[in-house]
């Protein structure tokens, strides 16, 4: 049942390396080319609790380009399970190749209006005794708990650990995770979502060590908006390092950590940690030939 965890690496960034901070990658990109990044962490627990209870359906939330949407997608036909997914917002006439690839794992699609999908308003047909609802981005405790095995990954020491927030979950869970001392920063890959704080703050575990610290500036305009600027960066990052990264979320990570180790946000002697938390099927819809891998 488990995924394997194995082809993750923990790599060295040294080209990050100035003002006294070392920098690490933990590649959780490489765990599958569909059910990639922290997506397999965050869903673990759900899909016990649907091979547990006998579940036959997995129903989740998502948008056209979800990462989500199509790991559920992935590891509900890798179980034998079926799934449905809730996409926000009409049924387009041309389908976007995450959701064609979604559709290729046997998963429904179900389009909902924007406003009933903001109201999280399922259709009655949904939530029977055969289905498993997973929130959306399995947001939760159980995404929180999966994410949290992430630390069983970290062979070395590190005074932060840097991640790319959607939901929150994965930070919730990277939090509760962390040593004393150590700390977690998180990007916000969404413009003006002032409810990020609650939404980590809710799936903490009580009497926490950990401290955190959200930062809301690298989002280039908000959700999936990228500038020529953030593609530059992508093909010169993967030219240092070998390392690609999406648009939507590892791209402004990478881009934000980089210049906070200029801005000496992170004091001397800092050794961060940057999840790389996969992504990488978003970049399908770019024009072929923008990026350089
Ligand atoms: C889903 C996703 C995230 C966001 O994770 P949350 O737990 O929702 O904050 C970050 N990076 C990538 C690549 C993702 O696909």
């Known amino acids: 049942m488990e995924l394997s965890t194995d082809p993750i690496t923990l790599d060295p960034l040294s080209h990050f390396l100035r003002n006294g901070v070392l ?13 990639s990044g922290n997506k397999w962490f965050k869903l673990k627990h759900y899909l016990a609790e649907a091979i547990s209870k006998n579940k ?3 129903v989740t939330f998502g948008g056209a380009y979800s990462n989500h949407i199509i790991a559920t997608a992935a590891i509900a036909s890798m179980h034998g399970l079926k799934s449905t997914g809730v996409i926000r917002g009409d049924r387009p006439e041309c389908l976007s190749l995450t ?8 998963m429904e699609l179900h389009f909902i209006s ?3 999908y903001a109201r999280k308003k399922l259709p009655d047909t949904f939530g029977g005794k055969g289905d498993l609802i997973i929130p959306e981005g399995g947001y939760g405790e159980k995404g929180a708990l999966g994410a949290s095995s992430m630390q069983e990954l970290v062979t070395d020491e590190f005074t932060h650990y840097c991640c790319a927030i959607g939901t929150g979950t994965m930070m919730a869970g990277l939090i ?3 040593k004393k001392g150590e700390k977690v920063v998180g990007l916000s890959v969404l413009k003006n979502e002032h409810s990020l704080q609650s939404a980590v703050s809710d799936l903490l575990k009580p009497n926490g060590v950990t401290q955190w610290q959200i930062i809301d500036e690298y989002h280039f305009g908000g959700y999936a908006k990228y500038t020529q600027e953030l593609i530059l960066f992508m093909n010169e990052l993967y030219r240092q390092s070998g390392i690609p990264t999406d648009r939507v979320y590892t791209a402004k990570l990478f881009y934000g950590i980089n ?3 200029g801005r000496n946000y992170f004091p001397a002697g800092s050794r961060l940690l940057i999840i790389h938390s996969g992504g990488l099927q978003g970049n399908n819809s770019l024009k072929k030939g923008t990026l350089i891998f």
Do not use: F, Q, T, W
């Open 56 to 58: 036959e359906r997995l």
């Open 176 to 178: 509760n995770s962390c």
């Open 259 to 261: 210049d906070l180790i």
């Open 99 to 106: 959701l064609e690839s979604a559709m290729s794992y046997g």
């Open 23 to 35: 920098v690490s990658v933990l590649r959780l990109d490489k765990i599958h080319p569909v059910i």
């Open 114 to 116: 924007r406003v009933n």
